[in-house]
Structure formats: C-alpha cells, structure tokens
C-alpha cells in the first residue's frame, strides 16, 4: 500500500520537532514548548505510525523502549580501549600531575597550561556510537577491551538522542560518558521499591550500572536515567576540533548531552579553585560527583603525553574526601527522643568519612534496622554525605563474625522501663512514659532552652543531664527556682558561671508568645507553626481553650497538628506546667486577635533556608522574613514559594531546583525584603 507524500512529510516533520523538543528538554535543560504541545506531537506521530507501520524506523522518538526482553547480552569490542584515570588525593599530588605534564610537553611549569575541568560523575561509563548520525551500538566499559551489548537500553534513556541533530558529524562517532541516576530520582525510585517490598539501591552508582544491566529494557526505561558525554572514541570520515572543550561544545551541537559545570581553566591555581568550588556546590547539584578530573585541553598535547598503563598521562581525577567508608558495628544502643522516639544508633570504631571522624551512625528505626539487619561485630558501610548525619548504609555480608545476634526491638523504654507503643501509621516505636521518662525530660528541657526557644545560655545538655538524673529538674518550671549555692556544687560549674547562668535564666523570663509556644515542644508544633499560632490568637488563653475545628482555621493547622495541639494543652499536668511558669515570673506581650493573615511585604509567601549565610546568619534571616509577614519551614515541599541558599547549600536546594522553585542568594533575599 503506497503511502501519500504528504504523509511521509509529515511524520519527518513531526519526528523532527520532537526531536528537537526532547533536545531542549534533556540535553539543554531549556524547553521551548508546553508539555502538553509535546505531548500532541507524539500522539499525532504515535497515531500515524500505527496506521503506517511500514514507516517506522528505529531512529524515531517513538520506538525508544523494544517490546520484547533480550536473552542474554551480546559483547562489544572496543575499537579504542576505554581506559580509567589515575587518582589524586591531595592539592601536592596534584602538582606533581602537573609537574609530570609540563615536564614532558618541556613547557614551563609556570605556563598558562589550559586544563578541560569536569565534574567525575558517579555513575557507569558507557560508549555509543553512531552512524551515519544514527544510535547503533550501547556498550557499557567491562574490562575496558570488551563491554557488554547495552543498545536496547540506553535506547530508553531520553538524554541519549537515536539520531543526531544537525550536520558535519562524523561517518562514524563514538562517544563515551557517564549514565547516572539523578539523587531527587534515586530518592524517588527507593521509596517506591521500598513501598513495593523491591529491591532498593545503596546508592545512585549501583542504581545507575544496575539499571543498565537489565534484559528487559522496559525496565530501564521505568528508572530515571541521565547522561553526560565527557569524551570520544573511534571517529571515522569527519573531523573533530583541536581542543578537548571544543570537541564537547560540538558534541552538543548535534545533540549530545554534556555536563553544565565543564569549565576550562589555566595551571594549577586553575584546577584548585575549580576544585574548591564545586566541592562547595556539591550537596547541592543534583547528582552524586566523587571529585574533578582536569584534562589537558589541546589534542596536540594529548597526543604527545599519551598512556601509561591504563589511563592517559594528560588526564587525573582529583578525587573528594569519600563519602562512604567501612568501618566495625561496637555496639547498638536505642536513644529516646524528646518525644520518645526510640532510634537504634550504632557505636562505631571511630572513622574518618565526609570530612570528619565519625563514631555514631543513626539506624533510623526498628524497620529499617531489620531491614539492613546489623549487628555487633558487623563490618558496614557508613555513609556522611554534606550536614546530613551519618548513617549506615548496609552490611558487609561476608566479613560478619562467628554467633552475632539479630537485635531485638525493646519491649520496653531502655531509659525508664515503660511501656513501648508504636502507631500503627509510624515507623517509629514510642516510649509511653512521657515526663516520667528521663530522657524525654531532658530532651524535653534542652529543646526549652535552646535558642530559637527561651534561649538561656549557659544551660549546656551535660548539666542538664545531671539536674534530671538528681531528679532536680521534672519540669521546665524548675528551671526558674535554682539557687545559685546549689549550682555551684554541680560538675564543672564556678561561681561565675553559676551567676552568669541564672542571670540568662532571669533574661529568658522575657520572651514572646510564639517563642514560648515552640518552647513548650507541642509535636508538631514548629517554629512556624507556634508563629502563626502566636499571630492568629494573640494570647495563650485563647489558644488553650481552641477546639480542634477553631484551631484548623489557623495558617498551616491541620487536623493532626491542631488534635496534638487540644490534647496538649487538655493535660492537667501541662496546665501546671504553664501556670507554674508564669508564677515564676514567665512574660510577653499578648496582643489582640488576627485573624486575617498579616499584611507584610511577604505575608502568605513561605520560605526555606538553606546552607550558610554570609552576611547574617540563619536566624537572623528567619527574623527578617517573618518579620515581613512570610512564614520559614524547615522543609522543602510544593508549598515552598523561596529557597534561600548560601555556601554549602544541601538537598534542599536540589529539591527546589527539581520542583521548580525559585531560589534566592542573600542579596536577592535582601532585594525583596527591601524592594516589594
Ligand atoms: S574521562 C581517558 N571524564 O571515571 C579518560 N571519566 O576512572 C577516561 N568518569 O571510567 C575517562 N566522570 O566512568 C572521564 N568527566 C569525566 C568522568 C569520568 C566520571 C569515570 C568514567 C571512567 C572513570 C575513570
């Protein structure tokens, strides 16, 4: 059956512009058109294929994901080997790459000397390599001589384009670069699994490579891949610019997907600034890096250096300190939180990771220690990634000592021996003793005093500690009746430190309505909630009496926080607690109700901040925002209308990024804070 020209045109003519969009859209990042345009596009193609399948061919946007699973993997020769890099650990080691490459090109050691510098992605490398501008051939890089046959599934990553845009590229192209897996959908695609009783990942390195080793490749098609092009192969009928940066910038230009971050940069000085930076900015790109690899940038010079071994003498990657390590479980102890949360922490043979010495990783709950099932004795991994607190990743299953036992979840609270509870919809096992419980009095107390709360200085959680266990301290209005002879007496306090202390404790009497809320560690009740509490009321009375109905009304009160809310303040004990404070003397400024939402510059806008500010700190930005009328939560969510980020900036500012949310540096938050 003959096809009508028209037909033809028009499905070239769609199958280019989708083309075109998916190349905006992945490799660009800049996408030109709605996704809904996008999506007529491919229906309308979809639609003609069907009625024409003669027309198909494996190059259209359509036929990304094969139908069928393959049966085993082929292998793939490489023309060229696929080579690895040599390592630097340190800024000398470094130099002495340098040293090595000017000492053989014979250039001056202090010469501008361009180096290519590049992210090194974590993730697997894999070659692809096109003809006649056409995808043929996915290998992942084996032993570097042979990889395996991975065509049908990097054909599902929507980065990697089937054909080539443009025109001068090479017969024959070969490309080389790294599949990822995105944190935010490594993030995603775990809890999913988790959810589904599947197999989750360690991390987004083996997801990436696991991924690619799949028979099915519907099923690679279903995980969240990306791709970066750092290098080429085999190049047959067609040049290439001279230098490494301009090869890549041309790469792009038929389509290719090259990182962002490449930047070139001259001599050492160069490398280490670059090095610096994007050590800064790692938490938050939106993908895991292990360090940089600085790369001779002139091809000439490549040529000249060559190889050693396995890996170029005009490349090194300059690695980060790791971020996982091995080290021995010593023992699991179970902590009980201020609202008696019991959380599994292993003690751990102290090791250096992420930067720091580390010798306690959280296990999060009972769940997820089943889950990992560690044990005393265990080898594990434990991972420290940016402020996150550490954790234990997983067991070493082959270095697991003779007769370990498995944990067992506490029948009751290790602190005070009661009963343990857990809510049905929680992961997490609760102490039930409440005050009576010593750690929930002590946690209970540091939260009291801690700065965003009464804020008294001096009151460290070592003697805190001590006040609880003599039983001198129950509830925070004990606070307000320490005499200074008794303090006197306790470990590691002076006179002068005994008076300083009651006189921030006299200080803290004077506070707000709002600090004094969050201060009373209501679950649930946040900062910002206390805040928006503090406006709608503007007396405690009117909030202690609230019903859960009246208390929904409030900014940010749902049903779940505005019951925690009711039976708080329903408890006789906390009714004493709170007259006994202001016996003691406990004060603020009570102002009529508001039951509008406040009318500052930035009123109903809701902030998160992130990383370290230079030019104030935090809390000082929190202030100035709430003080306009906008609302700071400690989480990123659709909600979240501004993400303020400084200097190390952690996940929170890659989630925005992913769900699109406008980012503030310090000056443009000082921008709207003066200009609205
Ligand atoms: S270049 C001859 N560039 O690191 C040059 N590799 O240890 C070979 N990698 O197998 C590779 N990011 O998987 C290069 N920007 C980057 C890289 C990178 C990650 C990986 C790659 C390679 C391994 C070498």
Same mark, same amino acid.
């Given at each position: ?25 992945? *490799? &660009?990042? #800049? ?15 979809? !639609? ?19 139908? #069928? ?18 390592? %630097? ?24 000397l361009?180096?290519?510098a ?36 990097v ?31 490594f !993030? ?18 083996n ?30 009928? $067609? ?61 000439d010079?490549q040529?000249? &250096?060559?190889?050693?071994?396995? %890996?170029? +003498? ?7 300190? %790791? ?23 292993? +003690?751990l043979?102290?090791?250096?990771? $992420? ?18 099932? *560690? ?6 991994i ?10 234990? *990743? ?11 036992? =498995?944990?067992?979840?506490p ?7 009661s009963?343990? %509870? ?12 409440? &005050? ?26 070592k ?24 303090l ?21 009497k ?43 009304? *409030? ?26 404070? =202001? ?6 400024a ?6 509008a ?22 809390d ?17 969510? !659709? ?29 443009e938050?000082?921008k ?5």
């Amino acid at each position: 059956m003959s096809v009508p020209a028209a037909t033809r045109k028009r499905i070239d003519s769609l199958r280019d512009q989708i083309r075109h969009h998916n190349y905006q859209y992945h *490799v &660009l990042d #800049e996408p030109d058109v709605p996704d809904a345009e996008y999506d007529r596009l491919v229906r309308d193609l979809q !639609k003609l294929e069907t009625e024409h399948p003669q027309l198909i061919t494996p190059d259209s946007p359509t036929q990304r994901v094969g139908a #069928e699973p393959i049966k085993a993997f082929g292998t793939v020769e490489h023309q060229i080997p696929m080579l690895s890099l040599d390592n %630097a650990f340190s800024e000398d080691e470094l130099r002495d790459f340098h040293r090595r490459v000017t000492d053989r090109l014979d250039i001056d050691i202090n010469a501008k000397l361009r180096y290519a510098a590049e992210p090194k992605l974590d993730g697997a490398a894999v070659s692809l390599r096109y003809e006649g501008g056409e995808l043929v051939k996915g290998a992942t890089r084996g032993d570097g001589t042979t990889g395996e046959d991975i065509t049908h599934n990097v054909r599902t990553i929507t980065a990697v384009p089937l054909k080539l845009l443009g025109k001068g590229f090479p017969d024959t192209l070969e490309v080389r670069g790294e599949v990822f897996m995105p944190r935010a959908g490594f !993030k995603a695609f775990n809890e999913q699994a988790l959810k589904n009783d599947e197999k989750t990942f360690v991390n987004p390195r083996n997801a990436a490579a696991g991924s690619l080793r799949q028979l099915d490749p519907r099923l690679t098609a279903a995980r969240p891949l990306d791709i970066y092009i750092y290098s080429v192969g085999q190049v047959i009928g $067609g040049e290439l610019p001279a230098c490494h940066s301009e090869i890549l910038q041309q790469l792009q230009e038929w389509g290719l997907k090259v990182c962002p971050e490449i930047k070139v940069v001259t001599g050492i000085d160069g490398c280490m600034a670059y090095y610096q930076d994007i050590g800064s900015r790692r938490d938050a790109l939106a993908y895991d890096i292990d360090g940089v690899v600085y790369k001779v940038d002139r091809l000439d010079y490549q040529r000249e &250096l060559g190889f050693v071994s396995r %890996a170029p +003498r005009w490349a090194i990657a300059h690695k980060f300190p %790791a971020e996982e390590e091995l080290t021995l479980v010593r023992d699991i102890e179970f902590q009980v939180g201020r609202t008696g949360a019991i959380t599994p922490v292993a +003690r751990l043979e102290p090791v250096f990771v $992420g930067g720091v010495t580390v010798s306690n990783a959280t296990l999060h709950n009972m769940d997820e220690l089943h889950r990992k099932d *560690v044990r005393v004795g265990d080898t594990v991994i434990v991972r420290r990634a940016g402020d996150v607190i550490p954790e234990v *990743v997983k067991v070493v299953p082959g270095k697991r000592p003779a007769k370990t036992k =498995i944990i067992k979840a506490p029948t009751k609270c290790p602190v005070c021996g009661s009963a343990v %509870a857990r809510a049905e919809d929680e992961a997490v096992t609760r102490c039930t003793g409440g &005050l009576f419980c010593s750690a929930q009095r002590s946690e209970a107390l540091k939260h009291f005093v801690s700065r965003r709360a009464l804020d008294v200085d001096g009151l460290g959680a070592k003697l805190i500690e001590q006040l609880v266990a003599m039983d001198r301290i129950k509830t925070p209005a004990d606070l307000f009746g320490l005499k200074k002879d008794e303090l006197v007496e306790m470990e590691r306090m002076g006179e002068k430190s005994a008076e300083n202390l009651l006189a921030s404790i006299e200080t803290s009497k004077n506070t707000t309505l709002s600090r004094f809320l969050y201060a009373l560690g209501i679950r649930e009740v946040g900062e910002a909630t206390a805040s928006s509490l503090a406006v709608h009321y503007g007396k405690l009375k009117g909030i202690m009496e609230a019903d859960e109905e009246a208390l929904q009304q *409030v900014d940010d009160v749902g049903p779940v926080v505005a019951s925690r809310i009711q039976t708080f303040f329903a408890e006789k004990h906390n009714q004493e607690v709170i007259r006994r404070l =202001i016996d003691s003397g406990l004060t603020w400024a009570e102002t009529e109700p508001r039951h509008a939402p406040a009318d500052g510059l930035l009123s109903g806008k809701t902030f998160v901040l992130t990383g370290t500010l230079s030019k104030m700190t935090r809390d000082e930005a929190k202030d100035k925002i709430q003080a306009a009328g906008g609302k700071v939560t400690g989480s990123v969510s !659709k909600k979240t209308d501004f993400v303020v980020y400084g200097d190390n900036a952690g996940s929170k500012l890659t989630k925005a990024q992913n769900l699109n949310i406008t980012t503030l540096n310090e000056v443009e938050l000082e921008k709207i804070l003066t200009d609205q």
